[in-house]
Each structure stands twice: as C-alpha cells, then as structure tokens.
C-alpha cells in the first residue's frame, strides 16, 4: 500500500508542473512559492470524503433555557439563539419539565421561537412532582410505583402545554447524586417506568440521560426490552467523559447536556477551541445531537447581556450549515497533525467543519466521491475573527485550502 501511495505521489509531482486541478484559497495575501507546492506530505495528508457511505442523521445543535432558574430569553436573544442566518442557528432547546404544572406554559414562547427557525425542543425532567416521590421531596427520591400513571400524565401534559416536543426524558442524570432538584434511579427502575408509562408521556421517549454517559448504565436500561420498545432515543451528558462510540445500541444518540468549563468567559478563545474538538468529537462517535448547557451565560454561547460570544461562533460553525435532517458522511477523522474534520451532506450539498489546532497555517487537501461540487462558500472562526467568509471554485474532485491558525472552518458546497 505504501509503495502505491509513492508512486501515486511521485505521478502527481509531475503532474503539477503541467497542469493542476487543485484549488488553494488563501485568506489573504498569504500565498508564497512553497505554499504552491504539491510535496509527497499533502498527498498521503489527503483527507477522504465519501458521500455514499451515510453514518448517523443529525437531530442538531443546542442550548438549555430552564426559564425557572435562570429567566427566559428575551425576543431579540431568541433570533441570536436559533435564527440560522443572523444567529447562532441552534436547532435544539432543551428545557425544564417544572414539577408544578402551573409553570408549563413559561416554556412556551422560547420553544415556539426554536421551532420557527426550523429547530425542535426537548424536555428533561429534573424531579417528579413531590407527592409523586418515595420522599415527599423534589431533592432524591424515587417515583413511587403506584404513582406512574400520574407521573405520566404530569409529563404529558407539559408536551401538550407547551405545544409539542421532540422528545421528553421522565429522569436528568438519575445517577448523580446531588442536593437540588433530582431524583435517584438505578436504571432498571428508569427502565420500569418507561416499559409500563412510555406510551403515555405525551412525546418520543428519550432516555436514561445518566450524567457520564455511562455505559454499564444504559445497557443495563437497554436490557428491558419493553423500555427499549418504548425509547426513541438514548441520551446522556459527558461531565468528565470523552465522547465515545456505544456500538449498535440501535437506537440514535443524543448528547443533551455539557459545557466545558464555568470558570471562564465563553469569550475565552482555547477553551472555544476546547467545545469545537468535543463536537467534533461526538459526531465523529456516531451521536446525533450535541447539547451545550445555559445558552445564556458568561461562559456559554451568549453573553448576560445577549452578545454571541466565542463559544457560540464555534457552535454555530457546525449549528447554522448542518442543520436537522443532514447526514454525516465518511470523512478523514485526522488527516493531518492538529486537523479534524468531519461532513455532512442533504441532497446535492456537501458540509465540511475542520478544526486546526495548529498555531500555524495549515495546508490539508481533499478528496471527495459520491457527489458533485463546482464549489464552496467557506465560513471561518479565529481568535480575531468570527464566522469570516469568502468562496472559491472546485474542479474535478479534489481541493485544497490553507486553514488558517487555531481555526474552525466550514465549508458549504454551492
């Protein structure tokens, strides 16, 4: 195999003297001889795309918005949130299930406005309401046997209240122990709940949403088959855990709650660099959803005061071009030294995100099959720059583009 790839190399070596189809936009006026140059490294660097062979089908990018503990968002940061074009474009609102019906419909406005956009809304429940609970209390506890029918009916009508969800989990992070509101499962006791109420809670059943998403937990779930009839999606967060592949769960999985650090301004530009290679981390373990926490706060993707920060030009490097229906497709996970990417396609367009965790510019060519592209607007974020855009033309299947340093970069097929 190695001897082939020389001799490949050695053939375009000659041929890029004569004639090149490769394309290298520059960002500037950045382009030096060396630069021009085809070498033996950019070749066997070459990064694949394969648009026939299909993986996982995105749900989208989210954001929580837990009205009860944090207010709503207003009007203007709802379009900064979801709007595809002049916002962030997330496509997913994870909200609050209150335990008090009487606050269902303060979920409603922003769910609504997500929807608009082309997004939907999920739900987690944090708690049972009291009277529900082995004891008596929203903090711990378990739902009580003889209250399922209940608890399904108080989860039933939220979806109704607030006009429909994607999908509604009865339990958040139900192995965690912790002093607020929560409850404490062990997961055959999730399990028991959706195998006898599933059908009833109003919305697709996305579950068991354990804090690390743990494994041994969720197979343990999995194990009942009638909860597994009843479950739509698997979920989970990733506090203190590296995205990983489940294996054939056969079920779509969804990573519904991380943020990287709360200790730092969502301004900060390494720990943004830091959200970019944990998305790209999760797609490329075949999950179908990604999940920030609080879209409104100093370290998340808006500011307090309602600003897009750091952390949300990166989300919105994968949020407004890959959008709820793409599929990801085949691509060179680390073609190169510091360089991640992955794709995406719906219909005849073709996405790509690459990361470029170099403090240099980067070069990385591609090759790509099973669609056609004539050419890419390229949208790109940096320390100094956010969502910066410019296109160029592609002949043949085969391009190249120098990334520029500490960079996520997408491209978007025309």
């Known amino acids: 195999m190695k001897k082939n790839l020389f001799k490949v190399a050695i053939a375009m070596l000659l041929l890029a003297g004569c004639a090149k189809n490769q394309t290298q936009p520059e960002f500037s006026s950045e382009i030096s001889a060396d630069k021009q140059k085809i070498t033996n490294a950019d070749l066997l660097a070459t990064a694949t795309i394969d648009a026939g062979t299909v993986q996982q089908t995105i749900k989208g990018f989210g954001g929580a918005n837990i009205v009860a503990w944090t207010g709503d968002l207003t009007s203007t940061q709802r379009n900064t949130a979801f709007s595809p074009t002049s916002g962030i474009g997330l496509s997913i609102v994870r909200v609050r299930v209150p335990n008090s019906s009487s606050e269902f419909a303060a979920e409603k406005a922003t769910i609504d406005a997500c929807k608009s956009f082309g997004g939907s809304a999920i739900a987690s429940a944090w708690s049972a309401p009291a009277s529900m609970k082995t004891n008596g209390s929203i903090v711990g506890g378990k739902i009580k046997t003889t209250s399922y029918a209940n608890y399904a009916a108080h989860l039933s009508a939220f979806n109704t209240a607030v006009g429909g969800l994607a999908a509604i989990s009865p339990t958040n992070e139900p192995d965690y122990k912790v002093n607020y509101e929560s409850m404490e499962l062990t997961a055959p006791e999730v399990a ?54 489940l294996g054939n769960i056969g079920k779509p999985v969804w990573m519904t709650e991380h943020y990287t650090n709360s200790n730092i301004s969502g301004e900060d530009w390494s720990n943004a660099m830091t959200a970019a290679k944990e998305i790209h981390d999760c797609m490329n373990s075949g999950w179908s959803a990604y999940v920030w926490w609080y879209i409104r706060r100093s370290y998340g993707p808006i500011s307090e005061s309602g600003n897009i920060q750091k952390i949300g030009y990166v989300i919105a490097q994968y949020a407004r071009y890959v959008r709820p229906g793409f599929n990801k497709i085949a691509c060179s996970e680390n073609p190169s030294t510091g360089v991640y990417a992955t794709a995406y396609k719906s219909g005849t367009k073709l996405v790509v995100v690459i990361i470029n965790q170099n403090a240099a510019t980067t070069y990385q060519s591609f090759n790509f099959s099973g669609i056609t592209v004539s050419g890419f607007n390229r949208y790109f974020t940096t320390s100094s720059a956010n969502l910066s855009t410019n296109s160029f033309a592609v002949t043949g299947s085969n391009f190249g583009i120098n990334l520029a340093p500490s960079s996520v970069t997408t491209l978007v097929s025309y």
């Open 192 to 245: 028991d709940f959706v195998a006898a109420q599933g059908s009833n809670c109003g919305a697709p059943i996305m579950a068991p949403e354990p804090f690390q998403m743990n494994q041994t937990y969720i197979n343990n779930y999995l194990s009942n088959a009638t909860a597994k009839s009843k479950t739509s999606f698997v979920c989970g967060h990733i506090y203190g855990k590296t995205p990983y592949n």
